[in-house]
């Protein structure tokens, strides 16, 4: 059996446990050797990733993510290419969807010649690490009170990928965080800084973050936003 095939037969079990949790909608990419499961849960989705070793069946890693419907649709005005998961992604999981042991216990089931129990095993893993991770924020205020208001600034960037500081004052903004204006007036130094040393280099995101913090204050998203229900 190919590789290809091999992975389809991985996946096609996978998504039937999946589909028992709530997961309805799935994608392969078969260039990345990986896998797709999104749950839809209002305007959160939850999404699980998979990716196989471009030789055989063992897993690599897999890792769970949150997207916020409501966080894209303002992103989507300043980076009008979401196609990056990087940007898609609001919230990925900081502990990377586990150790890489956990992973090398998965494929030693793999030795025995029983799907079965390998398959077993990953599921044991996502119930393990993923769903008590998409289970801790269901809710756009969660990730707002126990993220942005518990974790160190400098920290934010382990759980919010691609532009993550656009990512927390959205959030910021939109659950009326007391820590806004802190928060954006610094970064709004920290760019000027930027564009003072290397002008030719920063000076158009920065007037891209300008505009960006303009478009908060002004209410101006609340016109995208508002079939949202964000509590």
Do not use: C
Not at 24 to 37: I, K, N, P, R, T
Not at 93 to 104: M, P, V
Request: aromatic residues 14%; proline residues 3%.
């Amino acid at each position: 059996m190919s590789i290809l095939n091999q992975h389809k037969k991985i996946f096609s079990l996978v998504q039937v446990e999946l589909e028992k949790l709530g997961f309805s909608e799935f994608e392969h990419d078969l260039v990345f050797y990986s896998f797709y499961a999104k749950k839809n849960e209002g305007f959160l989705f939850y999404l699980i990733s998979f990716h196989l070793s471009t030789k055989d069946i063992t897993l690599n890693y897999v890792r769970g993510y949150i997207m916020v419907n409501p966080v894209n649709k303002i992103l989507k005005q300043f980076i009008p290419d979401l196609s990056d998961n990087n940007e898609l992604i609001t919230l990925k999981n900081h502990i990377n969807g586990g150790k890489q042991e956990d992973f090398k216990k998965i494929n030693e089931h793999l030795k025995t010649k029983n799907t079965g129990d390998y398959i077993t095993a990953i599921m044991e893993h996502i119930k393990k690490v993923d769903l008590p991770f998409f289970n801790k924020y269901p809710t756009l205020e969660t990730i707002n009170e126990e993220i942005i208001n518990k974790v160190p600034e400098e920290d934010y960037f382990e759980w919010f990928p691609g532009v993550a500081i656009f990512k927390v004052l959205i959030i910021m903004k939109l659950r009326d965080n007391s820590k806004y204006e802190e928060y954006k007036n610094k970064r709004v130094k920290v760019y000027l800084s930027f564009v003072e040393k290397q002008p030719a280099l920063y000076q158009d995101d920065y007037i891209t973050f300008l505009s960006f913090l303009d478009y908060l204050d002004s209410g101006s998203y609340l016109k995208i936003i508002e079939k949202d229900n964000l509590d």
